[in-house]
């Protein structure tokens, strides 16, 4: 196995116990796949602005490969989890109650905004 391959796995082991921990009852946890060439050079212009505070964050420790976010606003919202230095989510629609994680490769979790 290639060290990116077991950088993966060991990434995917702590996202599920993420997400075993602290998403719980009908919440469902989505892996958000790194967007191809969608770096986080993109400018706050061209996203709807930081989420709302119903749009609550994971506890994402400096080092770790991942960021997560779920939706408490009451409605789907639209979000992408921004990566500095690094690959961003996407936009993805996330219904109420619905969360996601999202794995890099490379940089730190910057901030979550709408799109």
């Known amino acids: 196995m290639t060290m990116l391959t077991l950088r993966r796995l ?3 082991a702590a996202g599920a116990a993420f997400a075993i921990g602290t998403v719980l009852g009908s919440t469902s946890v989505a892996q958000a796949a790194p967007a191809v060439g969608a770096g986080s050079q993109a400018t706050a212009s061209a ?4 989420a709302p ?7 994402n420790i400096p080092g770790d490969p991942w960021a997560s976010a779920t939706n408490q606003c009451g409605k789907t919202m639209r979000i992408k989890i921004i990566i500095k230095a690094g690959d961003d989510s996407g936009c993805k629609a996330l219904a109420n109650g619905k969360g996601m994680v999202h794995y890099f490769v490379t940089g730190h979790y910057q901030k979550t905004v709408t799109c």
């Open 10 to 12: 060991a990434v995917g």
């Open 47 to 50: 996203q709807g602005g930081t």
């Open 53 to 59: 505070a119903c749009i609550k964050r994971g506890r």
